[in-house]
C-alpha cells in the first residue's frame, strides 16, 4: 500500500455561510490525485472595433504604422466610460493591443474606425464596458493615462471561445472514515462537498490543492478497502509546477536551503506560494540589527531572489515576499524581520548579470540595481559579497 499523500476534509456550507470551521471532519486519506495539474490555459485575444475614433499620441503614430506595415502595437489601451457631460464615471482596459487595421468612419469622414486585437485583464470591474445614455463614448488613455485620443464606441466582433470541458479528479487508494465511510455503506449518491490537501509523509498538511464535489467511486485496485472517488471540481488545478514543489515539501519543511534552485521560473514562483502558506505567524521578529546572509548563488531570475530572501530571514523553506509589494508588507514588520537590518548578499554577481539593466516599467520584474535602491530606501543595508 502506497503512503497517503492526500487528505480529505468535510466542507459545512452552514458553518461557511456562519463564518465558522466549514472545513472540519476528516473524511479520507488518499494516496494520489490523476487529472490534479494543469496549467491556465494562455489568454485569450479577442478582436474590436475602435469607432468613431480621433486619434492622438501614440495612438496617431500607431495607425501611421499599421498602414504601412499591415499592424502595429499599441500596449495597454484605458477606455475612460464618459457619461452626457464628459466625466469619466469608470474604466475599461485592454492588454496587449495591436492595431490591425484602420479606415475611415462611415458616419464621420473626420474619424476613423480601427480594429485591434487585445485580451482582457484579470482586474477589469465588469466583462463589457457600457456607456450611459447620451454619453459622447470613450476618452482613451495608455498604462500612464496620458491621452491617446477618443472614440465614440466599441464593438467585440471575435467572442472568446467557450472554455473546453476539464475532467474530475479521480481520487485513488482512499481510506473513507466518518461520516464518508458511512454513506459509502448506506449506498447514498450524495456523497459530500469535500476540499483536498497536499500532506507530508508525516501527515501534515502542505497547502491546499483542490475544492470541489464527490459525485461517483469505485472499490480502488490499491488495496483491499480503499476505494478510488470522483471529484467535480469548484476551485483551479494547481499548476503544472506544482508538482515538482510538493515533492521537495514531500518529507515537510525543508532542512536544507536552496531546494527551490532545482526548479524553474514557473516553480520558483509556486515555491514561494507554498512558503507563504506554510510560514508560521506570530513569533517575534529577530533584534534589530540583526545580519542576514542571503545566498546569491541561485540567483538566477527574479523569484530566485524572493526564494534566497525568504531563507536568508526565516531559513530553510522561508518566507519574506513573493514581489516588491509583499516584500515592502513584510519589512514593516511580523514577518521575521524589520529595519534597521544588514543583508550580506553572497555571489552578488550572478543576480548583477541575470536580472537585466533597464530601468523598471510596466510588468518587468525588477533588476540587480532596482533591487539594492528598493532595499536601501527600506532601511536595509546590502553588503556585496
Known sequence: MGEPKYLLLSYDGQADFEDEGAYEETWALCQDVDDLFADPPPPTRDRYELLGCAPEGELSAALVRARAEGTAPLGTLTLEILDKSGTAVGEWSLEDVR???????????????????????????????QCPPLSPGYRLLDAEHEPRGSCRDLARVRPAEDEPLEPPLRLLGCSPRGALRTALDAGEEDLGQVKVLRID??????????????????????????????????????????????????DGRPAEPNRWAR???????????????????????????????????????????????????????????????????????????????????????????????????????????????????????????
Open 263 to 385: 526548479c524553474d521560473a514557473d516553480g520558483r514562483r509556486f515555491w514561494l506560494d507554498t512558503a507563504r502558506e506554510n510560514h508560521v505567524h506570530g513569533r517575534p521578529d529577530q533584534p534589530s540589527g540583526t545580519v542576514h546572509h542571503l545566498d546569491g548563488s541561485h540567483i538566477t531570475d527574479a523569484p530566485g531572489f524572493f526564494c534566497a530572501m525568504g531563507e536568508a530571514v526565516n531559513g530553510p523553506g522561508g518566507y519574506f515576499g513573493w514581489g516588491l509589494d509583499a516584500l515592502n508588507d513584510c519589512l514593516r514588520g511580523r514577518w521575521g524581520a524589520a529595519p534597521p537590518l544588514t543583508l550580506v548578499w553572497h555571489d552578488a554577481e550572478v543576480a548583477r548579470a541575470c536580472l537585466g539593466v533597464t530601468p523598471l516599467a510596466g510588468h518587468r520584474p525588477p533588476t540587480f540595481d532596482e533591487l539594492l535602491i528598493f532595499l536601501a530606501e527600506r532601511g536595509v543595508e546590502v553588503r556585496l559579497a
Open 201 to 250: 509523509s508525516s501527515g501534515r498538511p502542505v497547502q491546499a490543492a483542490a475544492e470541489g464535489e464527490l459525485r461517483a467511486w469505485i472499490p480502488s485496485a490499491r488495496g483491499a478497502g480503499l476505494v478510488d472517488l470522483t471529484l467535480d471540481l469548484w476551485s483551479e488545478r494547481p499548476p503544472l509546477a506544482a508538482r515538482e514543489v510538493w515533492e521537495l515539501w514531500g
Open 99 to 129: 492595431v490591425l487595421d484602420v479606415r475611415p468612419c462611415a458616419r464621420d469622414l473626420t474619424l476613423r474606425d480601427v480594429t485591434v486585437e487585445a485580451r482582457e485583464p484579470d482586474d477589469n470591474p465588469y466583462d463589457y464596458p
